[in-house]
């Protein structure tokens, strides 16, 4: 007879992040404000009895007590459901996640009902993007409505999305001044690995302030990503050089408007990653852009 595998709950994002509880026995737990909970989490999202979780053996359920922010498993708030392996529950500023008993790292970890941590002020939501990836993290934040500045640190750089109320009203990638929020955006979706933190509101001006809801931003910009994946092995290297040919033979007048205004770029900054960066249009139209312009032989590699 095969024994049921026991679950465990896993904190991936807020002051618990790394502690687990495994599910061994029947029971509940209360998770809110109060200094008499189970779990305490001690900040302004969360209510004092916020939310109750019961385990008998294999099923966990999971109730919100009339929060006032509410309870959220996998970007839908809820009021009662049942939980099972990989859902992930937002509570505050807190993520946790249903595993498997066995996949817990192998050193004992503080289990999150200890008095010592639940006295300490979440000071904010952080995690890493491999544990949860950044679509999850936007439609949690989305859904809650919550406002602050998410900052995403990667190989490819930091990227900060400032948000209201759940709505992106701005993006930006440090060091990239001429690339547009909308399409700082999109490039934010591709990074797989890497740190968030969900940082206090900016209050200083906006420049150029959009208002985007995050299920636009996850349609749009998931469907140029699958597309533009499928484009990758066929284009250059960011660090490729793009040359117009001598002499140029093709007319130009058989180009359309993107592809002569990608020319022109390429023309006047020759690198491909340059050439992303300063066209107007979308990353996937300016490669596609690109491809028309090396097919018909207007530019080269090299």
């Known amino acids: 007879m095969t024994t049921a595998r026991p679950l465990a709950l896993r904190f991936i994002s807020g002051k618990f992040q790394g502690s687990e509880y495994a599910l061994t026995d029947s029971g ?19 209510s004092r009895r916020h939310a109750r979780i019961t385990f008998d053996g294999q099923r966990i359920t999971i109730e919100d007590l ?9 970007g839908e708030k809820i009021k009662r459901c049942d939980l099972k392996e990989g859902d992930r529950v937002l509570i ?6 249903v595993v498997y008993a066995d996949q817990a790292p192998a050193n004992p970890r503080r289990r999150p009902n200890d008095d ?7 000071r904010t939501m952080t995690g890493a993007i491999e544990e949860i990836p950044l679509p999850d993290v936007l439609q949690l934040l989305g859904t809650s409505k919550k406002t602050g500045v998410l900052v995403v640190h990667s190989a490819q750089g930091t990227g900060r999305m400032r948000m209201r109320k759940g709505t992106i ?45 995050v299920h636009e931003l996850l349609m749009e910009g998931l469907r140029q990503l699958d597309e533009h994946n499928h484009l990758r092995s066929q284009l250059p290297d960011l660090t490729a050089r793009l040359a117009v040919p001598h002499p140029l033979l093709p007319p130009l007048r058989d180009l359309s408007p993107l592809e002569l205004d990608t020319f022109q770029v390429a023309l006047n900054d020759p690198i491909f990653g340059t050439v992303l960066d300063k066209s107007a249009a979308s990353d996937l139209d300016t490669s596609r852009a690109v491809l028309r312009l090396l097919s018909g032989g207007y530019l080269k590699t090299g």
């Open 28 to 46: 509940e737990m209360l998770v809110g404000r109060s200094g008499d909970v189970q779990i305490v989490l001690s900040e302004d999202m969360v």
């Open 66 to 74: 009339g929060s006032t922010n509410g309870t959220f498993v996998n």
């Open 92 to 97: 505050g500023s807190s993520i946790f996640k």
């Open 116 to 122: 010592s941590l639940g006295r300490t002020q979440a």
């Open 169 to 213: 009203v701005h993006v930006a990638i440090d060091g990239l001044v001429t690339v547009g929020p909308l399409k700082c955006a999109y490039r934010m979706l591709a990074w797989t690995q890497g740190t968030f933190e969900l940082e206090p509101a900016d209050e200083s001006p906006i420049p150029g302030e959009i208002d985007l809801a």
